[in-house]
């Protein structure tokens, strides 16, 4: 069972910027090759969402409201993926969710272990 930790959420205002780290405990290195990761968030009464998924071969997907504005990536241990956020707009406010999954389409994690999630607030 994967074990994920989030951080790197927070306050900021409108135009900002924030970087989220997420990192994969009790992994299984032999399984780990066929592991994708993803980022996730939920605004309060909402249903969840995708923003970025990467595969261990580093291929990224992201949802279509990212407009380049967030860069998904991961070290090279591939245990622990990054979501850079710029340009950052109140609309992002939500909780940000980790996923790890052996299961993927494309580069989404489906099935997998959740972390408990960080905060992103923005402010205008």
């Known amino acids: 069972q994967v074990q994920l930790q989030e951080s790197g959420g927070g306050s900021v205002q409108s135009g900002g910027s924030l970087r989220l780290a997420c990192v994969a405990s009790?992994?299984?290195?032999?399984?780990?090759?066929?592991?994708?990761m993803g980022w996730f968030r939920q605004a309060q009464g909402k249903q969840p969402e995708g923003v970025a998924g990467?595969?261990?071969?580093?291929?990224?997907s992201y949802a279509d409201f990212v407009q380049g504005r967030f860069t998904i990536s991961q070290d090279n241990a591939k245990t622990t993926i990054y979501l850079q956020m710029n340009t950052l707009k109140p609309e992002d406010t939500a909780k940000y969710l980790c996923?790890?999954?052996?299961?993927?389409?494309?580069?989404?994690?489906?099935?997998?272990?959740w972390g408990q999630g960080t905060q992103v607030t923005v402010s205008s």
């Open positions: 009790a992994y299984n290195p032999r399984r780990a090759r066929r592991y994708c």
């Open positions: 996923s790890a999954s052996p299961d993927c389409r494309g580069s989404w994690p489906q099935f997998g272990s």
């Open positions: 990467i595969d261990n071969n580093g291929r990224v």
